[in-house]
C-alpha cells in the first residue's frame, strides 16, 4: 500500500502545490462491537481523501487480530495544505482471518472531518458511523503530529590554538570552512568564517546555519572542517583539516570540551615527529528552535476569521440580476462564492466558530446614516455569526435593509479588527492570529489611511486578505500587496512585514472554490510564524491547553 498516495497524486493531480509540512496521523478505536458471542473483531481502518468529489484509498493500517480496542502501529504520511479543505474518511473493517481483503470484509463504521480539524485539535475523538448514519458504542480517534523538520538552527563558535604558521613575515590569516559530505560523496559548503588576521590562536565569530544545511537532519553526517591561510591572491595554503558530525558537537551542551586535532596529510606521512598543524575548539553550540505553523496551531493558536463586505452604490441594486448583490435562487454570487471558500478553511482553525461579519459603505436604519463597519446582522454588541453559513444568512437578511451608498473606504474595519488584535498582543502568547477578509467591488478611496492601518496591523498578530470583486480595473490596488515592493504609510514608515495579499476573483471566476481559496490562504502560515517568532513567542505547551475534544457526529 506504500505507493497507493504517490499514484493518487499522480493520477488525480490533487496535490497541485508545495505542501506545507508532512503530518503523521496515528489511529485508535474503542468499543468496537464482537462480531460473535465466540469471536472479537480483527479491525484494520482504511484512509480515504475525497479528490473531485470521489473517494479514493490512501493507505490503511495492519489488521491486529481478536480486539475491540485497537491502537494501531502503522501511521499514516500525509502532505498538509493550509489552504486547501482536506477532507478525510476513515473507514473501520472487520478482516476476516486468513483474509487481508476488503471484499469480503465487515464494514463497522466510518468517520469523515478534514486534516485541519485534526491538525488544529491535535487530538480528535469522532463516533463511527454505520450504514444509514446510525451511531454506535464505537469511536475512532486520530492523533496529528508533524513530522519533525528540519527547520531548527543551531549557532556554532570555533576557535583555535597554535595553528601552523604559513607566512614568512607576519603570521597567518586563518579561517575556517565547513562542508557537508553529501550521500554521493560530495562536499556542500555550509559555512566560511571570516579572516582572522595575523594570528595564530584565532576566534572567529559565531554564526546560524539551519540544520538541513548543516547535515540535511542527520545528526551523524560527516562533517568535514578545513583550515586556510588566507592569502590576496586568492591563493590560500592549507593548514589542516578534520571530521566530526552534528552529534558530536551538540555533546558541547552537556559541558563536555570538544576539540580536535587539525592534521595536514601531507605533512603526517613526510614529517616523523608529526603531531598536527593545531588545535581546533568548539566554544559554543546552541539549537535554537523555529517553530513551524503546525507547532503554533497544535499549541492551541486560534485563527479568528472576520468578514468585510462591499455594500457601495457601484454593486448595483440588489434587485436587479446585473447587480454584484443579486441573490440568484440557484447560484450564489461572486460574493458569496468568495465568502464561502476562504471561509470554510478557516473555520477548521476556530473552536467557536463564530465569525464577526461586518460590513462598509451603506446606508443603514434607524437613521440611514453612511457606515464603514457596521455589523451586517446589526448587533453592534455581537456582531458574530454561527459559522460561514450564519454569515451568508447574516448578509442575505440585511441586505433588503440597507441603501447602497458609498464611499469605498476601508481603513475604519482595518483599525476595528487591528483593535482587538492589540489587545492579544499585550498577552505575548500565541493564542489568536486574526485575519481579515475585505470583499470589494472597486478600488478603495481612502488609500492613505488604509495604507497608515496596514503599516500599524503589520506590527500586531494580524493578515489581512482583499477579494475584488466584479470587472472593474484593480490595478491600484496592487499597492497594498507588499509584493511587488514595500508599503509605506503616507509618513514613509514601512511595514514590518507583509500581511496584505489581493486577489482579483476574475481570476478565478471559471476555477473551483479550492482554487481561489489557495490563492488566498498560501502566504497565511509564514505570516503566523513570521510574527510569532519575530516577537519570540513560542507556542503554548501542549499540556496547557485542552488536547483532547470529543465531537457528536
Request: with cysteine; net charge negative.
Amino acid at each position: 500500500m506504500s505507493n497507493i498516495y504517490e499514484s493518487a497524486e499522480a493520477t488525480l493531480g490533487f496535490i497541485s502545490s508545495p505542501c506545507l509540512t508532512k503530518v503523521e496521523l496515528r489511529v485508535a478505536c474503542r468499543g468496537i462491537s464482537d462480531r460473535d458471542a465466540l469471536s472479537k473483531p480483527d479491525p484494520c481502518v482504511v484512509l480515504k481523501m475525497q479528490s473531485h468529489g470521489q473517494w479514493f484509498e490512501v493507505d490503511r493500517t495492519e489488521v491486529i487480530r481478536s480486539s475491540s480496542g485497537p491502537v494501531f502501529s502503522k501511521i499514516f504520511l500525509v502532505d498538509y495544505y493550509f489552504e486547501e479543505v482536506q477532507r478525510l474518511r476513515l473507514e473501520l473493517h472487520d478482516i476476516s482471518s486468513g483474509n487481508n481483503g476488503l471484499r469480503d470484509a465487515d464494514f463497522l463504521g466510518a468517520m469523515e472531518c478534514t486534516l485541519g480539524q485534526i491538525v488544529s485539535q491535535r487530538k480528535l475523538t469522532k463516533a463511527l458511523l454505520k450504514q444509514g448514519n446510525t451511531t454506535g458504542k464505537s469511536s475512532i480517534t486520530v492523533t496529528a503530529e508533524e513530522l519533525s523538520g528540519n527547520d531548527d538552527y543551531v549557532e556554532l563558535s570555533f576557535s583555535a590554538r597554535k595553528l601552523d604558521d604559513k607566512d614568512f613575515f607576519s603570521k597567518s590569516d586563518p579561517f575556517l570552512e565547513i562542508f557537508r559530505i553529501n550521500d554521493d560523496g560530495t562536499e556542500s559548503l555550509v559555512h566560511r568564517t571570516e579572516t582572522v588576521m595575523n594570528n595564530l590562536s584565532p576566534v572567529w565569530k559565531s554564526f546560524k546555519v539551519s540544520l538541513n544545511t548543516l547535515c540535511s537532519g542527520d545528526h551523524e553526517r560527516a562533517l568535514k572542517c578545513t583550515v586556510w591561510d588566507w592569502d590576496s591572491n586568492g591563493k590560500h595554503d592549507f593548514i589542516g583539516e578534520f571530521q566530526t558530525t552534528f552529534k558530536e558537537l551538540r555533546a558541547e551542551q552537556d559541558g563536555k570540551q570538544i576539540q580536535w586535532e587539525c592534521i595536514n596529510p601531507k605533512y603526517q606521512v613526510k614529517k616523523k615527529n608529526y603531531r598536527n598543524s593545531g588545535m581546533v575548539i568548539l566554544n559554543h553550540c546552541k539549537i535554537i528552535k523555529m517553530y513551524s505553523f503546525l507547532d503554533y496551531i497544535m499549541g492551541g493558536c486560534q485563527i479568528q476569521f472576520t468578514v468585510a463586505i462591499d455594500f457601495t452604490a457601484s454593486n448595483g441594486d440588489p434587485r436587479n440580476s446585473c447587480s454584484l448583490h443579486y441573490i440568484h435562487p440557484y447560484q450564489p454570487n461572486e460574493y458569496l462564492k468568495a465568502l464561502v471558500a476562504v471561509g470554510e478553511i478557516c473555520q477548521d482553525y476556530d473552536s467557536d466558530k463564530m465569525f464577526p461579519a461586518f460590513g462598509f459603505g451603506a446606508l443603514i436604519p434607524p437613521d440611514f446614516k453612511v457606515s464603514h463597519d457596521f455589523a451586517v446582522n446589526f448587533d453592534e454588541d455581537n456582531p458574530e455569526c454561527a459559522g460561514i453559513q450564519g454569515v451568508v444568512e447574516a448578509y442575505q437578511n440585511c441586505l433588503p435593509k440597507i441603501q447602497l451608498y458609498g464611499p469605498t473606504n476601508i481603513a475604519p474595519i482595518i483599525q476595528k479588527v487591528a483593535s482587538s488584535a492589540s489587545e492579544e498582543m499585550h498577552t505575548k502568547e500565541a493564542m489568536e492570529y486574526f485575519i481579515l477578509l475585505i470583499l470589494t467591488d472597486g478600488v478603495i478611496t481612502d488609500m492613505a489611511d488604509t495604507r497608515e492601518a496596514i503599516v500599524h496591523a503589520s506590527h500586531l498578530p494580524m493578515s489581512v486578505i482583499i477579494v475584488g470583486v466584479g470587472n472593474a480595473d484593480f490595478t491600484d490596488m496592487q499597492i497594498l500587496d507588499g509584493d511587488d515592493g514595500i508599503l509605506r504609510s503616507p509618513k514613509g514608515e514601512p511595514v514590518l512585514r507583509d500581511i496584505v495579499q489581493f486577489v482579483p476573483f476574475k481570476d478565478f471566476k471559471h476555477a473551483s472554490p479550492a482554487a481561489l481559496a489557495k490563492s488566498v490562504l498560501a502566504e497565511v502560515p509564514n505570516q503566523v510564524v513570521d510574527y510569532y517568532n519575530a516577537k519570540g513567542i513560542k507556542p503554548k505547551c501542549i499540556s496547557d491547553y485542552e488536547t483532547t475534544r470529543t465531537f457528536s457526529p
